[in-house]
């Protein structure tokens, strides 16, 4: 790679927004002994319910463990099918196939890289069971039509709202369109808590499963059971669970968060305005979605590099001049990276499920075109002017 010699930044795609309130919260649990799934849990998930508008708020070790909570709980079984959009974090897909259930691919809309909705009936079978749309990069999928298709064939939505924190559609946020939401705490996401997931849910019901599912199968937690009147006395399990409880380290530092909830997403909306803005002057560059019924919550800031009309004929030249503009870019100190990787071209589902690259053509000019620039809370306006110049800099 060659480099630059007025390089003056080192901007990475991402950086954690801690501060002094972060560093207290990993004290308090440590101060006060309680480590696992106790008050600072509970806090923290009465603080996302209140950010939200969920009515409950489960948190697990992970949005992967989320998600793979939800499809147990709401009876998932092998040989079931799941409509998961093909350009999404392997991990959509990857807890399915846990539980010997069958992952039915779709294409996506390259406007908003989320689910094609006129494209999900089309693959319905008498085995479909549930929708996994995916909130990518904080931009909410179009939930209406997936409602109206999930009703009318009587399916299960669990939204994986691992990037969709701040992401409203219709005015309401992501994770109350479902029968669960799936939220990811991991350090690329605006709040985190180091690892860290969270299921919503507005079903009363689901969530008593969830919460017991999550803790081995357990009908009381150890919080409950410790405040309650017979603490000596272990409860009852119904179920067959999982250890999946997040850490009262990890939930105070995502209290932490969440007491600047609204100034994080500013701060990331603000940047992504300013990228819009001059973004406009570059033709090859399609930015993400803007549209009056949806917030984005910019986890990523994601755009389409796409100089011309992208075809079969055409998209290994356009993926090579992408990868000439990252290493450009990457040259001057500035990261970026691929939005996302499309799942059907990667080894394990490509040899399960014998799959033409061009099956999923959007999702995969999606894996071969886009690109995410640096967006996090602290990026200065000098580093965004300096990433401005030189992408001014590059000619196709
Ligand atoms: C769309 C999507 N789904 C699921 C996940 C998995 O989240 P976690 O790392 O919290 O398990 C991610 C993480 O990057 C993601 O982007």
Known sequence: ????????????????????????????????????????????????????????????????????????????????????????????????????????????????????????????????????????????????????????????IIEDAACGFGAFYQGKHVGNFGDTGCFSFHPRKSITTGEGGMITTNDDKLAVKLRSLRDHGAMTSDLQRHHGSKPYLLPEFPYAGYNYRLTDIQASIGCAQMNRADEILEARISLAEKYRTFLDTIPWLQCPYHHVEYQHGFQAYVCLFNPEKITTANIETTHKKRNQ????????????????????????????????????????????????????????????????????GFSI
């Not at 897909?93 to 294409?107: G, I, M, P, S």
């Not at 503009?325 to 799942?343: D, N």
């Not at 690109?371 to 001014?392: D, Q």
């Open 1 to 156: 790679m060659k480099k630059d010699n007025n390089l003056r930044f080192n901007i990475p795609i991402a950086k954690t927004a801690f501060t002094e309130a972060e560093l207290d919260a990993v004290l308090k649990p440590l101060e006060s002994g309680w480590v696992v799934q106790g008050p600072y849990v509970q806090e923290f998930e009465q603080k996302w319910s209140a950010f939200t508008g969920a009515k409950h708020s489960i948190a697990t070790t992970s949005c992967t463990t989320a998600l793979e909570l939800s499809l147990v709980a709401l009876g998932i079984k092998p040989d079931d099918e799941i409509i998961v959009p093909a350009f999404t974090w392997i991990a959509t897909a990857n807890v399915v196939e846990h539980l010997q259930a069958k992952v039915v691919f779709c294409d996506i809309d390259l406007n908003t890289f989320n689910i094609d909705v006129n494209k999900i009936e089309e693959l319905l079978t008498e085995k479909t069971r549930a929708i996994i749309p995916v909130h990518l990069f904080g931009l909410s999928a179009d939930m209406a039509p997936v409602i109206e298709i999930a009703r009318k064939h009587d399916l299960l």
């Open 325 to 392: 503009f990252m290493e450009y870019l990457q040259g001057k100190g500035i990261s970026t990276r691929p939005g996302t990787h499309t799942v059907h071209l990667l080894e394990y589902y490509r040899k399960k499920y014998s799959i033409n690259p061009n099956d999923f053509f959007k999702a995969l000019v999606a894996d071969h075109c886009s690109i995410a620039f640096p967006l996090f809370p602290t990026l200065t306006g000098e580093e965004l002017n300096y990433i401005f110049k030189a992408i001014s």
